[in-house]
């Protein structure tokens, strides 16, 4: 059985795929929510779930919690005396749930479908991945959070449906995605995110606001730091969690006997959170802008994550679209459903035979490459995106580069994933050398080609026309690589997707016709087609499907018209 599973910074869910429907699958005390916490008792037990979070305040030294946020880092925690790193604290989760899934079935459970925050980047991936591992719980399959959402939101609602935004704000980590539904295809459109906002940040707020007027009299101070941190982020939790359902609560701590409280009201608290609501627009507006799609346009905004009961945030979220938010899914358990989904198509159900997923590539991927710095040297270490974030995966692109120097012998391309200029602030994944012959600066091509499949497989192609040299690099998880024939599958799956668009039948059909037509009219009409012909290539060098089925529709049409006046 594979199941789907909701890898949360604050809680965690599994949900299974059956009879048509997702069920979510409760733990040992009933609940379908577990705490992703873990503590070790005095007598060296592992605590998972609530067991474990419940032991934050009075044994912060043996617990642990919102490891997710440094998962794919070096950081660590020591527990009596035991260093854990968040795989293998997330490991033991997905272990807890794992067993709460074989004891809710009776059948024991062969692979997982785990989301992420969609702007994970692969050192995040990869160490999730090993964390399924070191659980004994292979992960088949890696699912964007709000993609899991919208496979909940789509498979409730079955039947096309105009672009909808999912926005998911999580204990740690906020995702938004643009969505699109029609003939049984769920088609992410666009993703951003911000990795380091969640419900987390609005507790540091609470703390923050009443922190000056709440010990005065320094008492907190004089316990162990971790120990009045994790009094003050359960007090902050329980007022968070009060002001969803009230426009006042007390901030309440007790330590050493003596209880310390505070007022506070709804109306502090959001004026207070305004940065955290003014980081929520940022996402929002990338992931129109890269989708293309305008707010007003959108049919529904969909509300998933426990930080969106938040009153302030469903109100900024009604302000910035001038329109409710939908709360037609479960904001606790969309995500699971939706990977539970995932699952099921995994899985070759039945009852999902006309459903199809597409997603994107959160992070664009590119070369490092040189420029001319105007004073006769190079100016180095310069991102070049070869596939774009939010490109529809999978994908296949290729750009084309040339030497820099006299007699160059070799070119070297470091390949990174990220957004910034300078591939310093990107994250490296590997790099390709490829030998050139001795000649001019710029008189040598070479040609780099990215394949990326849904799976998170990037090949890269590296060839020199010249001469016909090419090196190939495949770059998956070593720890979590699919066994030599399911490699081979996903690289002959890739090498179809291979052809610049221009070598296509249909565009090259349409490339000869326009040209034939060219040469067959004078005047207005042949300046036109060759105005036309230019704006196709220029689509067909964007190496963009969507660009290219317009462009392809809007040529043919032309061409239409123009031959289809009658001279006779």
Known sequence: ?????????????VAIWRDGASVM????????????????????????GRAARDRMATHPDRTVTSFKRRIGTRESVTLAGQTLDSEHCSALVLRALKADVEAFTGTTVSGAVVTVPAYFNDRQRKATRRA???????????????????????????????PFLVFDLGGGTFDVSIVEMFDGVVEVRASAGDNRLGGDDFNACLIDLARATLDPDGRLATLKPDHAEALLAQAAE?????????????????????TLSVPVTAAAFEAHAQ???????????????????????LSEVVLVGGATRMPIVRRAVTRMF???????????????MGAAVQAGLLARDAALDEIRLTDVCPFTLGVDTSEPDGRGGFRTGLFSPIIERNS????????????????????HFGIYQGEARDVSGNVKLGEVRVPVPARPAGAVSIDCRFSYDSSGLLEIDVTVPDTGVTRNLVI?????????????????????????????AVNAALLARARRAYESFLGDRREAIGHMLGQFQNALETQDDRIIREAQAAFGAALDAIEGERFL
């Open 1 to 13: 059985m594979i199941v789907g599973i909701d890898l949360g910074t604050t809680n965690s869910a």
């Open 25 to 48: 699958v409760p733990n040992a005390l009933g609940e379908y929510l577990t705490p992703s916490a873990v503590s070790i008792g005095e007598d060296g037990a592992v605590l998972i």
């Open 132 to 162: 399924g591992e070191l659980a004994g719980l292979p992960v088949r399959r890696l699912i964007n959070e709000p993609t899991a959402a919208a496979l909940a939101f789509g498979i409730a609602q079955r039947g096309d449906h105009e």
């Open 238 to 258: 329980r007022a968070r969690r009060a002001l969803s359902e009230g426009d006042s609560t007390d901030l309440t701590v007790t330590a050493d006997g003596v």
């Open 275 to 297: 940065p955290l609501l003014q980081r929520i627009r940022e996402p929002v507006l990338r992931s129109l802008r890269d989708s293309g799609i305008a707010a007003a346009t």
């Open 322 to 336: 001038g329109r409710f938010p939908a709360t037609t899914v479960h904001p606790d358990h969309a995500v699971a």
């Open 392 to 411: 529809v995966v999978p994908i296949s692109r290729v750009s084309q580069f040339s030497t820099v120097q006299n007699d160059q012998r070799q070119v």
């Open 476 to 504: 998956v998880d070593e720890e979590d690589a699919p066994d030599p024939a399911e490699l081979a599958k996903r690289r002959e799956a890739l090498a179809a997707m291979k052809f610049h668009p221009r070598d296509d």
